[in-house]
Nanobody, 127 residues
Framework: QVQLVESGGGLVQAGGSLRLSCAAS????????MGWFRQAPGKEREFVARISRSGDYTYYADSVKGRFTISRDNAKNTVDLQMNSLKPEDTAVYYCAAGSRLRIPITTSAASAYDYWGQGTQVTVSA
């Protein structure tokens, strides 16, 4: 069992930056691939970024590529999402997710690749 708690959300002006963090419980953090998803009001949850168990490989949605960076610290059981050049359309609740299944490609954007989810943190970008 893995428990995930996100933090770092808030209100920021367009063009600004935020750094989200996800803290994971348990001793098996490094055996999980990690991802970030987001859900805007009235829309379905969408993939944002993914990072491999070791942190060597990452994958991003086209909408955030070049602006967002996912990273992890297996010693601290944390995964972060650095968000730069934020746009009003980035406004959403952001969720951290952990997946334990093996042999799932890094280029997977499906929510079904993940077993555990956090409660989410709100990010609001004003124009």
């Amino acid at each position: 069992q893995v428990q995930l708690v996100e933090s770092g959300g808030g209100l920021v002006q367009a063009g600004g930056s935020l750094r989200l963090s996800c803290a994971a419980s348990g001793r098996t953090f490094s055996s999980h691939s990690m991802g970030w998803f987001r859900q805007a009001p009235g829309k379905e949850r969408e993939f944002v970024a993914r990072i491999s168990r070791s942190g060597d490989y990452t994958y991003y949605a086209d909408s955030v590529k070049g602006r967002f960076t996912i990273s992890r610290d297996n010693a601290k059981n944390t995964v972060d999402l650095q968000m730069n050049s934020l746009k009003p359309e980035d406004t959403a609740v952001y969720y951290c997710a952990a997946g334990s299944r093996l042999r799932i490609p890094i280029t997977t954007s499906a929510a079904s690749a993940y077993d555990y989810w956090g409660q989410g943190t709100q990010v609001t970008v004003s124009a």
